[in-house]
């Protein structure tokens, strides 16, 4: 077998590394066999109930929401305290007393003090009777009803007091005035000279006594601004949480790697920040070796080493749909690998849009699909990148039937054919929802890696990405969440760890 090796000059040389795969290929073989049942299948998804750090989470990336709903009802608060008519209330007093004759003992003094106290609680009904407020209407010549009076009127009695509160409002703070007064005087005679007659069998003999005249008020008692402020506040802060958690509720799409777990039931193996320059700078461990993402790609690079346990690893790169970042994950992944000092393969498996010849600037033109059908041998196209130990097999020629190529006998030949030349084989596939690619090759490895973005995937379809994977008998390995967003204190940190920009 003779690879190809591409430097970034444009040179081209060979090498022949048959010898080596043919005899390592029986090994190999039996080793995947191994791995293959060591990774049978991956724990079964799950969904996580949300808990107070969930809904406090929320809360805070909803803050805008909440601060806007707060904002909005003090000013409707405002609004409504301006556009309300002014109202003023006019407040008398009376006193119901019981009258006993002078050779009363204690006791019966102590007797019609308690029945003074019990007449207050039933008189105090009657003073938004049609008894007492028709004279009242009839003597100050309102244009109102008797219900439209009583519905302005607030009698209130004291616990175990004989006192009686009359209050009266009204836009008019004069006729507040006239009209608690008048109320008083007309309570004062339906008592005396209607009620009381009806008692004329009792030994006591009931009066009514104005404690209080009530005076023209000067301050209206309503709007209050203050407390339609606090209501307004209050309401539009109640409604903006609501709002936050139905938007919450609603809306499936995963951000962290808590909703990535949630949703998927296998580790999160690596965050990698968000960056504008991505489409520009696809291949960020090579473009900019100090950054942010490169640090990210490494850190991901220990935790995928980990699952190998010794052993060289091949494993598929995916996602539940397109633009999620499993073609840059798997090239920057491939790339630290090959920093790290592994010789490694990377292969484009996703023959209906492949990326991996465009990322590394070579040629793509012929590649995988022309090597499972026989067309041109794998050591005329598996290209070295640069001096680096990574080597690159592109998509090739666009088959009318990716599925069938992936799954052919040919492929698992030269999955094993990889593996036993190589420490490590990346194979980056399509997405899982589109197609069924991925699973048919997720089979011939130790397993998947999942990719999900920030903000963009659905929790529900990341759940059924996985599920379709273990429906082929594969194992999930793990998920990798990307475009996570830093904020700009992270970056400053980050450079200044560093000593370094990613610009």
């Not at 005329?380 to 088959?399: I, K, N």
């Not at 990798?480 to 992270?490: D, L």
């Amino acid at each position: 077998m003779v690879v190809v090796e591409r430097r970034h000059t444009g040179h081209v040389r060979t090498r022949t590394v048959r010898e080596k795969i043919a005899e390592s290929c029986h090994a190999a073989f039996v080793g995947m066999g191994s791995l293959r049942r060591r990774y049978r299948r991956s724990a079964p998804t799950t969904w996580r109930v949300m808990d107070l750090h969930d809904y406090l989470r929320v809360l805070k990336r909803q803050i805008v929401l909440i601060i806007a709903g707060l904002l909005i009802g003090l000013s409707t608060g405002a609004i409504v305290a301006m556009l309300t008519p002014p109202r003023y209330q006019a407040n008398a007093e009376v006193i119901v007393t019981v009258r006993v004759a002078d050779t009363a003992t204690p006791t019966e003094r102590a007797l019609a003090t308690s029945y003074a106290n019990q007449v207050a609680e039933t008189y105090r009904s009657v003073l938004t009777s049609t008894l007492v407020l028709q004279p009242v209407i009839d003597d100050l010549g309102l244009e109102l009803s008797v219900d439209e009076v009583a519905s302005r009127t607030t009698a209130t009695a004291t616990l175990n007091s004989a006192i009686i509160g009359i209050s009266v409002s009204d836009s008019n703070p004069g006729q507040a005035a006239r009209v608690a007064n008048g109320i008083t005087e007309s309570f004062s005679t339906v008592v005396s000279e209607t009620l009381e007659k009806r008692e004329q069998s009792t030994s006591y003999s009931v009066h009514i006594v104005t404690l209080q005249a009530a005076q023209v008020p000067t301050t209206p008692v309503a709007p209050n601004l203050q407390l339609s402020l606090v209501l307004g506040g209050l309401i539009g802060l109640a409604v903006g949480i609501a709002i936050a958690l139905l938007r919450a509720t609603l809306d499936q799409r995963v951000r962290t790697a808590s909703d990535v777990e949630a949703a998927v039931a296998v580790p999160v193996l690596g965050q990698i920040p968000l960056d504008a320059d991505t489409a520009e700078r696809p291949l960020a461990v090579s473009a900019a070796p100090h950054g942010a993402r490169a640090e990210a790609f490494r850190a991901l690079r220990t935790n995928v080493r980990f699952l190998f346990e010794g052993n060289q690893g091949v494993f598929v790169i995916t996602s539940s749909g397109p633009g999620e970042g499993k073609s840059t994950t798997a090239a920057n992944l491939a790339l630290a690998f090959a920093d790290a000092g592994h010789r490694v393969a990377l292969i484009d498996g996703d023959l209906r849009l492949p990326r991996v010849a465009e990322y590394f600037d070579i040629e793509g033109g012929v590649g995988l699909s022309d090597v499972l059908v026989g067309h041109v041998e794998l050591n005329d196209v598996l290209q070295r990148w640069g001096r680096t130990a990574l080597f690159l097999l592109p998509a090739g020629t666009v088959p009318p039937n990716p599925a069938e190529l992936l799954g052919s006998r040919a492929m698992e030949e030269l999955v094993d054919a990889l593996t036993a030349a190589f420490d490590v084989v990346i194979i980056d596939a399509p997405p899982l929802l589109l197609v069924t690619d991925a699973a048919v090759i997720a089979r011939r490895t130790i397993g998947a890696i999942l990719v999900a973005a920030s903000g963009s995937t659905q929790a529900n379809r990341l759940a059924d990405a996985a599920k379709s994977i273990e429906a082929v008998d594969a194992r999930v390995l793990g998920t990798v969440v990307t475009k996570v967003p830093m904020r700009g204190a992270e970056r400053s940190r980050y450079g200044t760890y560093t000593g370094a920009t990613d610009t």
